[in-house]
């Protein structure tokens, strides 16, 4: 009589370390892409304005100069918060107060997405109203 192999399922635990795994490294991508797409797009309407090799030479330089900054932050706080909203939702274990704060934690993540994409919009409209 011969025995058949017995067929091993994988751990619980080592399934939740994969999708944790996953879930961060999904959500850096997603950030960096984010982070390259909104840089590429602020890089090609400054270039209009003023040569990067130049020192600053008006307000308006030094403010977009100023705003790329901040939105490049912004976009990593958000990514940060994405990642650990995620890893808290995936640990859960269906306790509410800890499902409900992971879900907290991915709102505040996706308003940072928000104000990081708008930013670069909200300085335009208020140059035009300003009429910089």
């Known amino acids: ?3 058949r192999p017995r067929r091993t399922a994988i751990p619980r635990f080592a ?3 994969l999708l944790i ?3 961060i490294l999904g959500s850096i991508v997603l950030g960096t892409l984010l982070e390259y797409a909104l840089a590429v797009h602020i890089s090609t309407a400054a270039n209009a304005l003023a040569k990067p090799e130049q020192a600053p030479t008006s307000l308006n330089t030094v ?3 100023l705003r790329n900054v901040i939105v490049g932050l912004l ?3 958000a990514t940060l918060f994405l990642t650990v909203g995620g890893v808290r ?3 859960a274990g269906g306790d509410p107060g800890e499902v409900e704060a ?3 934690t991915l709102r505040y993540a996706a308003l940072g997405y928000g104000i990081a994409i708008l930013a670069p919009l909200l300085v335009s409209i208020l140059q035009g109203i300003v009429g910089a």
């Open 1 to 3: 009589m011969t025995s």
């Open 75 to 77: 976009v990593a706080l």
């Open 15 to 17: 399934l939740k370390v």
């Open 63 to 65: 403010i977009d100069n």
């Open 89 to 91: 939702y995936i640990l």
């Open 21 to 23: 795994a996953g879930f």
């Open 102 to 104: 992971a879900k907290k």
